[in-house]
Structures are given as structure tokens and as C-alpha cells.
């Protein structure tokens, strides 16, 4: 004895005023699900049952029908070519399917500049594709990498489409590129903001009375005055001079902030001695600072400093 049909809602599991989107997204979960390639225990019949029940329910005509009478003969209605083509096509896209597979990434590591990860650049790097099936030697092209301002260090930029071909027609993998930040002689960077450090060093008598220096910055040297009897490590700020948040002349930028270090003679000659150790006595002694006052200080600490400046 046959086996009784079950009713075609029930196989696909949707309502009797279920839309023709409600029954094409059923039939779709389900035939992934029980395609015999995916789960061949019950030899298809679940699969064929799932066609067989999407062939009546997806047509207006035969649907009207369904809901009428109840099932078929299969033989009578020529239902069974239905649904044998209705199964052969979702074969096809599987065999299709397993055919294609995507192409795989491409890693790449590309060093950049400080200068350029501040600003931004265009880089155009070579690469050489893989032997094809035949055994032919892999083409060198070339590939544009766009790196935008205030990028950082190790940073990964993706390139779509830009990896190794896919095979039978799926889509080519991915260029990962790895950006490397060259460390830069002088600047360094805040390893979250946009602010660019950099040291400089200065002479004693500088410090001491004060002094007008030519500094090192991302647009190239600018002038920076500082008091007399700055400290050493003293950090001097230079507002708009360091890393744009973005792309364009007028984005917003961080500061460049100097960090002051005095510079100590390693060797004296006999007068900046004698002069220093004036200077010392000057400084240690109350009754000696009243009685020379500020200008006879000054003129002391010129003196020093036209001497160190020898």
C-alpha cells in the first residue's frame, strides 16, 4: 500500500495563507537543508517530498486547485515533471556551487613614512599573480593602495577583489596590506592622538636668559621663543602643527609639543669656570645678589654665555 501523501503546508511549514514569499523562503531553508548531497540518509525522499510540495504551492492555478481537491495523481496532472525539473535545477546550482570557490587572499606588508602616515599617500605596490592550471608563469601587476592621513602602525587595509582569481567564475580574493610606520629620527607620535613629540636641546645660557629657536616640524622649521629660566624637560606646544585628523588642507590637526632638554658642556676652559663659579657665589649668596641687582645678574649670565658659546 502507497504511502499517504502529507499536506504540502504542512511539508514545507507554513500556513494555508502563507504569501508566495512566505513559500518560496521555506522551500529555500529547506532544500539546503535536506539536498541529498547535504543529508543522504533518507536516499532524497525528503527532498523530492519538499519539491514536490514547492512545484503545487509556488503556482497560483495549482494551488487553487490544491486547496480544492487535496492532492493528485502525479501521473494524471503531470505533476511528477514538475517536480523532476524543479529538483534537476536545484541539483544543478549545487553541482554549480561546489565548482566555484573564491579565490584566496593575498598578504602584503608595505613600510611607509612618518611624513606619509601624518598625511596620507597613494602607493602603488607589484604583485605577481600564481601559476595558472596550465603551468604558465603568474603576470606581475600593479595595484594602487590608498592610505589615508593619520593612519598607524600595523594597521590592515583591505583591497576587494585584488587577491588570487576564484575558480569556475567565483569572485577573487582579498589584498590584506599590513602598514608599516617607519620610526622617524626625530618626531614620534601619541599612540592614540594625533599629537607628534620631538626633543630639543638647548645651551645653558639659553636657558637662563631666554632665546628664540628654530624647531623641526611635520611643514618644515619654524621659530619658537621660550622665557628665560626655562626648566629643563619643559614642553613648549606648537598648536595646528601636528597630524590632520583628515583628508584636506583646512581639516583639523594636533599640536606638536617640544620637549626642552639643557645641554651641560662636558669639558670648560679655565675662564667659563672661573665665570661659572661666579655665577654659583652669585646665586648662593643673598648679600652679593642684593648688592649686584638684576642687571649686574644679566651681565654676568651674558658674559657666560658668550664664553660657553665659543
Do not use: C
Amino acid at each position: 500500500m502507497a504511502r499517504r501523501k502529507r499536506d504540502y503546508y504542512v511539508v514545507l511549514g507554513v500556513q494555508r495563507d502563507a504569501t508566495e514569499g512566505d513559500i518560496k523562503r521555506a522551500f529555500r531553508d529547506l532544500a539546503r537543508k535536506h539536498h541529498p548531497d547535504v543529508n543522504p540518509s533518507d536516499a532524497g525522499e525528503r527532498f523530492r517530498e519538499i519539491n514536490e510540495a514547492y512545484a503545487v504551492l509556488s503556482d497560483r492555478d495549482t494551488r487553487a486547485r490544491y486547496d480544492r481537491w487535496g492532492h493528485a495523481d502525479d501521473s494524471s496532472s503531470g505533476l511528477a515533471a514538475v517536480v523532476d525539473a524543479a529538483q534537476e535545477i536545484i541539483n544543478d546550482v549545487f553541482r554549480r556551487r561546489r565548482g566555484k570557490v573564491r579565490g584566496r587572499d593575498i598578504r602584503y606588508t608595505l613600510e611607509i613614512t612618518f611624513e606619509e602616515a601624518a598625511f596620507g599617500a597613494s602607493k602603488t605596490i607589484q604583485l605577481t599573480d600564481p601559476p595558472g592550471p596550465d603551468g604558465a608563469p603568474g603576470r606581475p601587476r600593479e595595484v594602487t593602495v590608498v592610505i589615508p592621513p593619520a593612519v598607524k602602525d600595523a594597521t590592515v587595509r583591505t583591497v576587494k577583489g585584488e587577491g588570487e582569481a576564484g575558480k569556475g567564475g567565483a569572485a577573487a580574493g582579498d589584498l590584506l596590506v599590513t602598514v608599516r610606520v617607519a620610526q622617524h629620527a626625530v618626531f614620534q607620535r601619541d599612540r592614540e592622538g594625533l599629537d607628534v613629540h620631538s626633543t630639543h636641546e638647548i645651551t645653558f645660557p639659553q636657558a637662563a636668559l631666554g632665546a628664540v629657536l628654530e624647531v623641526a616640524t611635520l611643514d618644515g622649521p619654524v621659530k619658537m621663543r621660550i622665557p628665560e629660566g626655562t626648566q629643563p624637560g619643559r614642553v613648549f606646544r606648537i598648536r595646528g602643527r601636528g597630524i590632520p585628523h583628515a583628508a584636506g588642507k583646512n581639516a583639523p590637526r594636533g599640536d606638536h609639543l617640544v620637549h626642552v632638554q639643557v645641554e651641560v658642556p662636558s669639558e670648560l676652559t679655565p675662564r667659563q669656570r672661573e665665570l661659572i663659579e661666579e655665577l654659583a657665589r652669585a646665586s648662593n649668596d643673598a648679600q652679593a645678589a642684593a648688592t649686584q641687582g638684576t642687571q649686574g645678574r644679566r651681565r654676568l649670565l651674558d658674559r657666560v654665555r658668550s664664553l660657553l658659546d665659543e
